[in-house]
């Protein structure tokens, strides 16, 4: 980040080291969401397994693009994003949930829970940034928007199952 870009955040009462620490565990969130649907994706089993695997699929990806964006706004801070699943783990917010049970339904409220977490942690990084640092804010914002609806995508096909 450039001198200008500092000295703006200076000015405001954004602490600083407080917000690089809530990117990181955010961060963490999301190498760990990554894999768990990364995972969870390859063996669903039960009605709608295709579908949701598929949804699981393109999930998977997006947390990969958000740990992506969260990586580049820490560097941006002249911090190294927190390297490894052993360090992740301690300093997520959300932990992981291991799909080691296929049923779709369990699969589903596992990561249903895991999508509320994330719109948790999205929420109290946006107020903790508006108005101060601007380019966290609507990072994060972008990234709520895309959390809730993949909490929406799931608690639909959950809906579709239970209505057979
Ligand atoms: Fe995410
Ligand atoms: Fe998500």
């Known amino acids: 980040m450039g001198q200008k870009s500092i000295e703006i955040l200076k000015q405001t009462s ?3 080291e407080e917000l690089v620490e809530k990117l990181q565990k955010a961060y963490a969130d999301e190498c760990l969401s990554y894999i768990q649907y990364w995972e969870g994706a ?4 039960g009605l ?3 579908k949701l695997s598929e949804e699981m699929q393109e999930h998977a990806e997006e947390e990969l693009k958000h740990a992506n964006w969260l990586a580049k706004r820490i560097i941006d801070f002249g911090v190294m994003p927190i390297v490894g699943p052993h ?9 992981y ?3 080691l049970d296929s049923d779709i339904m369990t699969l589903l409220e596992q990561n249903i829970s895991s999508e509320r977490c994330a719109i948790e942690v999205y929420k109290q ?3 903790f940034t508006r108005g101060k640092d601007d380019i966290t804010y609507k990072l994060v914002i972008k ?5 809730v609806e993949h909490e929406q995508d799931l608690e639909d096909i959950r809906n579709d199952i239970e209505r057979g």
Not at 42 to 45: D, E, G, Q
Not at 87 to 95: H, I, P, Y
Not at 143 to 147: A, R
């Open 14 to 16: 954004i602490n600083i």
């Open 42 to 45: 390859r063996f669903p089993v």
């Open 48 to 50: 709608m397994r295709s």
């Open 97 to 99: 949930q291991e799909p």
């Open 87 to 95: 360090e992740w783990l301690k300093r997520s917010n959300c932990g």
């Open 125 to 127: 990084l946006a107020d």
């Open 143 to 147: 990234i709520l928007e895309e959390e």
